[in-house]
């Protein structure tokens, strides 16, 4: 699995990680159902955006790709994504200018005044893959139209600008064009055939579109990727989340305010092709989930310490193993369907609903031990535990203060206050702190943004 990655010249924000997010939660589904899945998700450290940043900040440019990509590296792994490479362009020069120069050297491709571009009349099936059937859609990088056979070829490799960074090559000094980078990269690492390759619905057209056009062409494979992905935008009040429009959330600031698991939560409570509306009340729902879900999870691992073997079962619980099997069939479905994680999550809910309602108080082991392989892979796949730590990671004074607040909570529970108890509980949750109640016993997890 080949996702495309961050262009770093700049925070890395909300919109990135709804597409990182969801193709970390798939490769997670594939290794679940017993897939060895390799997932690939690549650094762009040389463009026209990084390059322009250098100069209105008057900062060298790898000064610049070494902030962003820390950035970038640090902020994904809170969220508990962690691919297996992520290779950048710098890194990959060498190859780049040999695929460029077996392209040339086959006919598809062609060098004018230092440049080098991709001659899609060569490739007869472009426009395939994002539906534009018209060549005058095809038209791109229109600065560069005098040099170009036809206004829709585009760069595979750019000749040098004064000031810019530069490689030699047979062209000229010089550095690759965009959509070259990934072709090489994927190839590279997951050979001449890829199961799945993603990215953002904006990278349809022009990148992945001259992606598999320059592949196909040279390793004369149809399909050269078996799926393409593509994840939903990610909007404010209803228009795309970016920095022209200077709506953008950084991910720093989000996971500033919710842990990794929340944040994950959210993602995935939308279908991943669809739109995803950022605001504050969906992320307060995500976190209610999170919570519910994650305390379950906390509770059935304790009550299965304690349980024993079961000689029978009563009819209750027989009822609630037929129930929770069902739902973990119905989860199964809902993520073989188009991967739909917000049906699946549905019945994860559902399955907490069920464990308070007919087997909490009452529990068996045959009920827990369902109840766990449920939530347990989902926790798995949608990383619900993503960025909590056990109490002990808590400073003495952080946790003398919470066991003050549950002390008080407590004696709130005993005489029958629950909603000023729930309040309590609730306020604690925002801050990062999650209670498990047993009987009127509390324990605590500290969720660490």
């Known amino acids: 699995m080949y996702v495309c990655g961050p262009t770093v010249y700049d925070e890395t924000h909300v919109g990135h990680a709804r597409t990182y997010v969801a193709f970390d939660a798939l490769r997670r589904f594939f290794e679940t159902r017993g897939y060895t899945v390799i997932h690939v998700q690549n650094i762009t450290d040389i463009d026209d955006k990084i390059i322009n940043k250098a100069r209105e900040t008057g900062r060298h440019w790898t000064e610049i790709v070494e902030e962003y990509t820390k950035d970038y590296l640090e902020n994904i792994e809170k969220l508990g994504i962690r691919p297996h490479v992520n290779p950048r362009v710098t890194l990959h020069i060498k190859e780049i200018i040999e695929f460029i120069q077996e392209l040339v050297n086959q006919g598809y491709a062609y060098a004018s005044g230092g440049s080098v571009y991709f001659d899609v009349t060569k490739y007869s099936d472009y426009g395939r893959l994002s539906g534009r059937t018209e060549r005058e859609a095809w038209r791109q990088e229109e600065e560069f139209l005098q040099e170009k056979k036809n206004p829709f070829d585009f760069a595979v490799w750019k000749k040098r600008k004064p000031g810019e960074p530069y490689w030699s090559s047979p062209w000229g000094p010089g550095r690759p064009g965009w959509h070259i980078e990934c072709s090489v990269m994927s190839i590279k690492y997951l050979g001449s055939h890829i199961d799945i390759h993603g990215g953002g619905q904006d990278l349809i057209f022009p990148h992945h579109e001259n992606e598999r056009a320059q592949c196909e062409v040279l390793l004369s494979k149809k399909p050269w990727v078996k799926y ?117 999550l549905g019945t994860v809910l559902e399955a907490t609903r069920i464990f308070h309602r007919d087997i909490e108080e009452r529990p068996t082991t045959a009920t827990l031990l369902l109840v766990r392989r449920l939530i347990g892979m989902a926790d798995y796949i949608y990383g619900f535990t993503v960025g909590m730590e056990r109490r002990e990671h808590i ?38 702190i999650l209670l498990v109640d047993h009987g009127l016993e509390t324990r605590y997890y500290y969720r660490r943004p």
Request: no cysteine; net charge neutral; glycine share 4%.
């Open 228 to 344: 393409w992905m593509h994840t939903g935008m990610l909007v404010v009040k209803g228009e795309k989340m970016s920095k022209s429009l200077g709506n953008v959330v950084t991910l720093k600031e989000l996971l500033g305010k919710f842990q990794g698991g929340i944040v994950r939560t959210w993602i995935l409570s939308s279908h991943y092709r669809s739109q995803l509306e950022f605001n504050e009340d969906s992320l307060e729902q995500a976190r209610r989930n999170n919570e519910r879900i994650t305390n379950v999870i906390l509770k059935v691992d304790e009550l299965l310490e304690k349980s024993a073997h079961e000689f029978s079962l009563d009819e209750k619980s027989v009822k609630a193993v037929e129930v929770v099997t069902a739902l973990y069939r119905e989860f199964q479905d809902a993520l073989s369907d188009d991967f739909n994680t917000s049906r699946a």
């Open 395 to 432: 400073t003495p004074l952080e946790r003398e203060i919470v066991e003050a607040v549950i002390r008080v909570r407590r004696e709130l529970r005993k005489k029958k206050h629950f909603e000023a108890a729930d309040m309590i509980r609730e306020e604690l949750s925002k801050l990062g």
